[in-house]
């Protein structure tokens, strides 16, 4: 049995099939055979143009390989079973989605194949230089050594389509001089919480579509702001992934994880890119940002290979994307310096960075100042760092110090042995000279005490 479901969170406008006021589909719901998968907007045209435009059709196997490395073969093809079920996909017929048919006109859908068309002629004629995000992750240690010639390709080579960039397509509509920034930290993507031994009742049955659940609800409350931003800024703060083979990146600690190595980074990768597809669709900004950490306890090496490969992705869509080669970056919104960590680096770091400041913490970031000439800067300056899952602000006359939540929350060592931690993505809206600090969260339910 399959099923497809339109989710409909989009803005308002005139439906070209019924000539009425609707909502535009934001993402698509799966169901097959008891699995529910996520599609958005991108993904689906991805699939559509490769598996229906006549005469440019690709296998099966193969879109899977390039496109949607984070599917099996036979879980793609549940997908496309069902979008040509419910949504009029049909092999080497040139067909579009549902949101193509609600949007454009017959012109607007035949100028989009005629780009496709052009665009893969010259794909064809260069070859497939970029590669995949398969064989990226696949590959972590050659991602590395051989970063500067990938990125190269990536800068050089002209194959992505106005419409597939994430810009504003009319910049005079976006005049604000306001800039978010989101801080996704401690996912770890992959941790298994036995309900036996989860005391808060927290965090049982986390997995990827729980991940996006709650990206969704972020973003659904920065929708109700309802606030034009030049920039957008998603920081990856570190512990995206649990682990890798089933401990931390420093092999000191064992930890219960539901997913196995590649499964867990196929999952991060593919939650930041529906982040960036849903940011851009509902937002539409100047410019859009990407950073990451290079370091964490859990993560590892594993999560920057992974981070690397989300970073080549995002570029492809003009996204400023870095991935700090250390524990930590800097990088500045407007008049805003920002310096990021996770808080505890691969193999170092005796002490994580504390939830909030103490003199020997102040100490080492005075120094860090120093050492990076950031000392004599006149404006204002946010040290930013995940790892301790609680929020938090501390100051000094020089700089803020925060700690940000966890989208996970409380795993059953921590539900055990501290104070019950829901999720929360905690954010920051920017303009030259202030800051406004937020956070979307899971409220702690009170619990009605079991008096014998």
Request: aromatic share 12%; with cysteine.
């Amino acid at each position: 049995m399959s099923k497809l479901t339109k989710i409909r969170e989009g803005n308002e406008f005139i439906n070209k099939l019924t000539n009425q006021t609707d909502k535009q589909i934001s993402y698509y719901k799966i169901e097959y055979n008891n699995k529910t998968y996520t599609l958005s907007r991108s993904e689906a045209e991805l699939i559509y143009r490769f598996y229906s435009t006549s005469k440019y059709t690709i296998p099966v196997a193969e879109i899977c390989h390039r496109f949607f490395p984070y599917y099996s073969l036979g879980e793609l093809k549940n997908i496309i079973k069902t979008f040509s079920e419910h949504a009029n996909l049909s092999y080497n017929t040139t067909s579009f989605t549902p949101h193509e048919y609600e949007e454009l006109n017959n012109e607007e859908r035949s100028d989009k194949i005629s780009n496709f068309i052009l665009h893969k002629e010259i794909i064809k004629s260069q070859g497939d230089e970029l590669g995949t995000l398969k064989n990226l992750v696949k590959k972590q240690q050659n991602i590395i050594k051989k970063y500067k010639e990938i990125e190269n390709v990536i800068r050089n080579t002209n194959l992505i389509s106005k419409s597939d960039v994430y810009l504003a397509k009319d910049y005079s509509q976006v005049s604000s001089s306001k800039a978010l920034a989101i801080y996704i930290s401690d996912m770890h993507i992959g941790c298994f919480v036995p309900e036996s031994q989860a005391p808060l009742n927290l965090n049982i049955g986390y997995d990827y579509n729980e991940v996006i659940n709650r990206i969704n609800k972020f973003i659904d409350y920065i929708k109700t702001l309802n606030t034009k931003f030049e920039e957008v800024w998603v920081f990856n703060l570190g512990d995206a992934i649990d682990g890798i083979d089933g401990t931390t990146t420093r092999r000191d600690v064992k930890l219960p994880q539901n997913q196995g190595n590649t499964e867990m980074i196929n999952s991060y990768i593919k939650a930041i890119i529906y982040l960036f597809d849903n940011l851009n669709f509902n937002l539409k900004a100047k410019r859009y940002f990407f950073r990451s950490v290079g370091e964490s306890n859990h993560g590892g090496t594993a999560e920057y290979a992974a981070s690397l490969a989300i970073s080549f992705y995002l570029k492809s869509k003009g996204v400023d994307s870095y991935v700090a080669e250390g524990p930590y970056g800097i990088c500045k919104i407007f008049n805003h310096i920002i310096v990021y960590f996770h808080g505890k680096d691969n193999l170092n770091q005796n002490s994580p960075l504390p939830n909030v400041l103490d003199n020997k913490t102040v100490v080492y970031l005075d120094s860090f100042l120093s050492r990076n000439g950031l000392s004599d800067y006149k404006g204002p300056i946010l040290f930013i760092k995940g790892d301790s899952h609680k929020p938090s602000l501390t100051s000094t006359e020089v700089y803020d110090y925060k700690t940000v939540s966890s989208l996970f929350g409380s795993s059953s060592w921590g539900q055990a042995n501290f104070p019950a931690i829901k999720w929360g993505i905690d954010f920051s809206i920017f303009s030259n000279d202030a800051r406004l600090d937020g956070s979307v969260k899971d409220v702690v339910d009170k619990q009605t005490p079991n008096i014998i």
